[in-house]
């Protein structure tokens, strides 16, 4: 007699853009045999909220708070999808209550001064985020909980596809990465926090320059496990953040979200600890919808990734009418004119990779996320110590005392025997 499957239980905090990719993109992770996945709880800040999104995608109940949801049901995966100022207490509450795959979005953690009513520069709010997210990834460590940190740029088939010619590499002594330059973009995040530091923790510089800034990271701890069993890190930044719209007249801004209180440019400048760089652009200047590029050279080829736009598929629509609500790329305005729609785009965009490997971690007790509590420290240091250098006018900022300062346990790190093959092989 065939025995009954598994079923993973799996809550979602948060009812917005995050949330509904998230939900979505759980009923379309591949096929696992004799397996089921149960989105078994949601919470939000307003219950009439959760209560809609309960209902329109299949979940069993709603939670007053999320504390309440993962003592409760104590799931396999917990989501924390909600507003970035709550994203270091959730953490801690899931890890506590005994969860065994916390994936966690972007950003790891905002400056806790916020919360507080403070103001303080940018050096100290580097200082006492990273002490803050100290505390955040100590707790996981100690319940022996999986960290997954949401960055679905690391996700991409093309940054797994660099990742297995990295290891075919490294056995001929090839496989360093010296140059990497990637963008996020799109005209102005829909998200009504965004505009507002305390809920949203900065602009484009964290919350566009991350995502391309993701995978940058990931490669070079790739390449420094493949050829000297242990991960390259970030020693040095250098940024600009800036508030262009805001300074325009009234109509340059028709097309865009105009920020009033965070950046809406930013440009970060990481030197790796082996000298190589990393640039990378966030940015709300994007009148045709959202870009999202990788270009990496190395010592035995370039390899361009142009995810969002790219000219895969070609749509040209005389008139937008016919299209009705069909949105053929993140944040495209119109459809009207040539297009390049990007079918799929939860599966584009790393999404699916992403929550599959949360579900592998969560099946197997031997894997651990790909994306981890490496990359959120990482993350974290440069960004923090990018508005640093920006109010220093762009200067170097280090920062070892973070990449050298906290020591990351095996599984904590990235696996690239374990990625992920998107290649076929001769």
């Keep these: 007699m065939a025995s009954s499957p598994r079923t993973l239980q799996v809550t979602l905090n948060g009812t917005g853009f995050a949330a509904e990719y998230t939900a979505r993109t759980y009923s379309l992770i591949p096929h696992k045999n004799g397996v089921a996945i ?8 307003r219950p009439e909220n959760a209560a809609r999104f309960a209902t329109r995608h299949g979940i069993r109940a709603t939670f007053a708070s999320h504390e309440e949801m993962v003592r409760t049901l104590r799931p396999d995966i917990d989501n924390i999808a909600c507003a970035n100022h709550a994203h270091g207490a959730y953490t801690v509450e899931a890890a506590r209550a005994g969860v065994k795959v916390i994936v966690l979005e972007k950003p790891p953690v905002i400056w806790p001064g916020y919360s507080e009513g403070r103001s ?34 690391v996700y991409f088939d093309g940054v797994k596809g660099i990742v297995e010619l990295l290891v075919e590499a490294c056995r001929t002594d090839k496989g360093k ?21 305390a809920k949203s923790g900065g602009g484009a510089l964290f919350n566009k320059a991350c995502h391309p800034l993701g995978p940058c990271l990931l490669l070079k701890q790739i390449e420094g496990i ?31 979200r105009v920020m009033q209180n965070v950046d809406d440019f930013g440009r970060v400048t990481v030197v790796f600890e082996d000298e190589t760089v990393a640039e990378v652009l966030g940015h709300d200047l994007s009148i045709s919808g959202i870009r999202n590029e990788l270009s990496v050279i190395t010592d035995f080829a370039q390899y361009d990734l142009r995810v969002n736009p790219n000219n895969e598929n070609e749509l040209f629509l005389p008139a937008a009418a016919p299209a009705a609500n069909l949105l053929f790329r993140e944040k495209l305005p119109t459809p009207l004119g040539t297009s390049f729609p990007r079918p799929n785009q939860f599966h584009a965009h790393g999404y699916v990779n992403e929550m599959n490997d949360a579900v592998d971690c969560a099946l197997d007790d031997r894997r651990h996320p790909q994306s981890g509590a490496l990359m959120a420290w990482d993350t974290m240091a440069v960004l923090m110590a990018a508005y640093e250098s920006s109010e220093r006018g762009g200067a170097m900022v280090d920062i070892s005392e973070y990449t050298a300062g906290r020591r990351f346990e095996p599984r904590e790190l990235p696996d690239p025997h374990t990625f992920g093959r998107v290649f076929q092989r001769t």
């Excluded at 149960?38 to 800040?45: D, I, P, R, Y």
């Excluded at 100290?124 to 997210?133: I, N, P, Q, V």
């Excluded at 990465?177 to 530091?197: I, M």
């Design 120 to 153: 303080a520069d940018a050096a100290t709010r580097k200082r006492e985020s990273m002490d803050y997210l100290a505390t955040v990834l100590d707790a996981v460590r100690t319940a022996g909980a999986k960290l997954l940190y949401a960055e679905d740029f």
């Design 226 to 256: 493949l050829r000297q069993g242990r991960p390259i890190r970030p020693r040095h930044v250098s940024a600009l953040a800036l508030q262009v719209l805001r300074h325009q007249p009234a109509a340059a801004g028709e097309h865009f």
């Design 38 to 45: 149960e989105l078994a709880g949601v919470t939000s800040a």
């Design 177 to 197: 990465v010296l140059y990497q330059r990637g963008v996020c973009a799109h005209q102005g995040s829909h998200a009504p926090a965004y505009d507002t530091p």
